[in-house]
């Protein structure tokens, strides 16, 4: 479903006036420039990175060696881009096959034994589903330009993808995710490149890759850019427990990332999420991220009565470790899911949060220097 550009200027006047905020240039300046088309997105790069081998012909190991090389390539013509040195229709179209090709067949032989969140359950998920309910196919619930999101990416092409490798008692999206992953439209890799084109040509500002959770389905969304025809920024938005080599498959396709950074307590990750070693994978992830100095935007969902030992850990991490994040301090939390049915079990985040642990979570925000309130 598409919008009128009037509608969403009319709805979401800030996220015109975002742009005049000169932070917000600045820290998503890449973004902004694909955004606008001054610049390729990097999947349009990585098809222009042409490997000598074919993919199909190699193990997992030769895969990865090819990919390594190929990416270094990759990122010396990205930077030269980014600064002006290079323009893109200098880089001649490969004769057989490019990156994209090898992080495709990557995530392909990955899923044979799937490794591509920090479960790592090893599941054969051609032959059965893993921990985040998927088998080897993929499925779209919904996808729409939304207008509820942070004010720089609206109208955003959001494209919500079901199963999730969480459990979150107080999941908003619990019916994608955990109830009935399966129901949604099967879509192969074609079929998710006409999505994304449709998208952006009815409007939209960025393709938004959402769940659920997008990672159990990374094998088919990085398959779809091979057909993607069209300039897009390509938006990661997730509760970010992806593998280390999850995160390389992505690093050369994102152009800006959306990431949940929920807990600052593995207690806390375990007891609402079942997601064990929250604290480091997510912030080895973010930290990733901060050395790639790509374009991002951390939300981070403010849960009654977790002040202290989630929101301000997590809020003084960042202005530690990814100075350059904008930061989404999120009043949205309300018990949803399992809270809502069985309040007596989770008693501590049975409500809403109080205006005045929002308030506490704002000033805090304020005395590191985050950057929040333009997409707060």
């Not at 005049?20 to 820290?27: N, P």
């Not at 600064?83 to 090709?101: G, I, Q, T, Y």
């Not at 107080?170 to 399966?182: A, E, G, K, M």
Request: charge should be positive; include cysteine.
């Amino acid at each position: 479903m598409s919008v009128p550009s009037w509608y969403w200027r009319l709805v979401r006047p800030d996220a015109i006036s975002v742009w005049e905020d000169e932070e917000v240039r600045r820290r998503l300046k890449w973004y902004y420039e694909v955004m606008v088309d001054a610049k390729p997105a990097k999947f349009m790069i990585a098809k222009r990175i042409e490997v000598y081998e074919d993919p199909g012909k190699l193990d997992l190991e030769g895969l990865w060696s090819l990919h390594e090389e190929a990416s270094k390539r990759f990122w010396d013509v990205f930077e030269k881009i980014r600064s002006d040195k290079m323009r893109f229709e200098e880089l001649p179209l490969p004769d057989k096959w490019n990156l994209l090709h090898v992080k495709s067949r990557i995530a392909w032989e990955t899923i044979r034994s799937c490794q591509l969140c920090e479960r790592r359950c090893r599941i054969n998920r051609y032959e059965r589903k893993g921990v985040c309910q998927l088998d080897y196919r993929v499925y779209v619930h919904s996808w729409f330009h939304h207008l509820g999101e942070e004010a720089p990416l609206v109208p955003s092409g959001t494209i919500f993808y079901g199963g999730c490798n969480f459990r979150c008692v107080f999941c908003q999206n619990y019916d994608i995710s955990q109830v009935t992953p399966r129901e949604g439209i099967l879509v192969d890799a074609r079929k998710l490149a006409l999505i994304q084109k449709e998208l952006r040509e009815t409007g939209a500002r960025n393709i938004n890759h959402v769940g659920g959770d997008p990672t159990p389905s990374l094998h088919v969304i990085l398959e779809s850019l091979l057909y993607l025809d069209v300039n897009v920024p390509q938006l990661w938005n997730s509760n970010m427990y992806l593998t280390v080599e999850s995160m390389k498959l992505l690093r050369d396709v994102i152009d800006i990332w959306l990431p949940d950074f929920k807990y600052g307590s593995n207690k806390c990750a375990i007891r609402l999420s079942a997601a064990p070693r929250y604290w480091e994978v997510v912030t080895r992830n973010l930290k990733m991220i901060a050395e790639w100095k790509d374009p991002v935007i951390i939300r981070h969902l403010v849960l009654p009565n977790h002040l202290e030992c989630c929101t301000k850990p997590v809020l003084k991490w960042i202005a530690e470790n990814i100075p350059h994040a904008l930061v989404n301090v999120m009043e949205q939390y309300r018990p949803e899911h399992l809270v809502a049915k069985y309040p007596e079990k989770w008693p501590d985040i049975s409500r809403r949060p109080r205006w005045r642990e929002m308030q506490e979570a704002y000033e805090y925000a304020e005395k590191l220097g985050l950057v929040y309130k333009p997409v707060s």
